[in-house]
Nanobody, 131 residues
Framework: QVQLVESGGGLVQAGGSLRLSCAFS????????MGWFRQAPGKEREFAAG????????YYADSVKARFTISRDNAKNTVYLQMNSLKHEDTAVYYC????????????????????????WGQGTQVTIST
């Protein structure tokens, strides 16, 4: 069973930065694409960023593009989300998710933004941006 544990959330002023980490255990990390989703109060969970198993392909929501960077270290079984130029509207619970890449070719590149493409989820970490 895969376990995902997020860390790094907190309270930061607008314009500041945070780096989230997600530790993966229980399976072979490099067999999974990884994503970050977020859920603001009263809103649906939405895709923020994704990365394929190799780290060569990354994907971003328009709302975070050029401000957030997703990366992974397969030797450490960890995925990161570097968040810069934070805005109040980035306030949300951030969730790490894992999508098994053993299925059909191109599956993740087609479906990275969909919650249903992910097999495992973490418990989330709160990010609060003050104005």
């Amino acid at each position: 069973q895969v376990q995902l544990v997020e860390s790094g959330g907190g309270l930061v002023q607008a314009g500041g930065s945070l780096r989230l980490s997600c530790a993966f255990s229980g399976r072979t990390f490099s067999s999974y694409a990884m994503g970050w989703f977020r859920q603001a109060p009263g809103k649906e969970r939405e895709f923020a960023a994704g990365i394929d198993w190799s780290g060569r392909s990354t994907y971003y929501a328009d709302s975070v593009k050029a401000r957030f960077t997703i990366s992974r270290d397969n030797a450490k079984n960890t995925v990161y989300l570097q968040m810069n130029s934070l805005k109040h509207e980035d306030t949300a619970v951030y969730y790490c998710a894992a999508s098994w890449e053993g299925g059909p070719a191109g599956y993740y590149s087609d479906k990275y933004h969909q919650r249903g493409a992910y097999d495992y989820w973490g418990q989330g970490t709160q990010v609060t941006i003050s104005t």
